[in-house]
């Protein structure tokens, strides 16, 4: 039962900000949403995560709508280094809810 | 600041084999979660600890895999006897709580190759 839909790729241009959707029209109040990215040969990099605010860090911003039914991750100057499969992530912020479901995410490719 | 650390980054061997990968979780990291990811499935849970004690285990495959916690350092997860279809790479992932919302974060994986 998948929580999240996200399109499968999407190119982007060197230097311009990367925009990346992601559809949660299930998603409870207890649920945080969680950005991961994966990097060819390297593990999971966590990339930022919020609950119902916009959130800002030195990597991305994350931008959810007001009913909290999508959000969508800003790269605001995508460099190549930035190619990778981006997920999202629903999760709960329960004491016992550790389980991270990693869809097939999307696949972003970052062109000069 | 160290992130997670894995050992090895790459392993190769034969089927039958006794397999030992290796992990260092993030200094205070109280959880730590170990992963596998193949084409097929993606990437799967295969065990959580909490404290260095085993909370989850559902999604270990079957008997041939067993790890351990013996500290808050280290852990280990052993394939014996291991076979061709448990090659995939093998993340550790450790966060300072399981659940709460803290993220994990992950190691650079072993990447296992049973002939």
């Known amino acids: 039962d998948a929580k999240t839909t996200q399109p499968p790729s999407m190119d982007c241009a060197e230097g311009r900000a990367a925009n990346l959707p992601c559809n949660h029209s299930t998603i409870s109040g207890n649920e945080y949403v969680y950005w991961y990215r994966q990097i060819h040969s390297q593990g999971p990099q966590y990339i930022i995560h919020?609950?119902?605010n916009n959130e800002t860090n030195e990597m991305a911003s994350l931008i959810i709508t007001e009913d909290r039914k999508s959000s969508t991750l800003i790269l605001p100057h995508a460099t190549l280094r930035d190619t990778a499969v981006y997920y999202c992530i629903v999760r709960a912020i329960r004491s016992n809810d550790y389980k991270l479901s990693f869809g097939a995410g999307t696949t972003v490719t970052v062109r000069a | 600041d160290a992130g997670v650390i894995q050992s090895p980054r790459h392993e190769v061997t034969e089927m039958g084999q006794e397999v030992t990968l290796r992990c260092k979780p993030i200094s205070g990291h109280n959880s730590l979660f170990w992963y596998r990811q193949t084409m097929m499935r993606g990437l799967e849970l295969l065990i959580y600890?909490?404290?260095?004690?085993?909370?989850?285990d559902s999604g270990m495959p079957e008997d041939r895999f067993s790890a351990k916690m013996p500290n808050a350092s280290f852990s280990t997860l052993k394939i014996q006897p291991s076979e061709p279809r448990d090659s995939a790479v093998y993340f550790c992932?450790?966060?300072?709580?399981?659940?709460?919302?803290?993220?994990?974060?992950f190691g650079d994986g072993t990447r296992l190759s049973i002939l």
């Open positions: 919020g609950l119902k």
């Open positions: 600890f909490n404290n260095n004690v085993p909370i989850d």
């Open positions: 992932a450790s966060s300072n709580t399981g659940g709460g919302g803290q993220p994990q974060h």
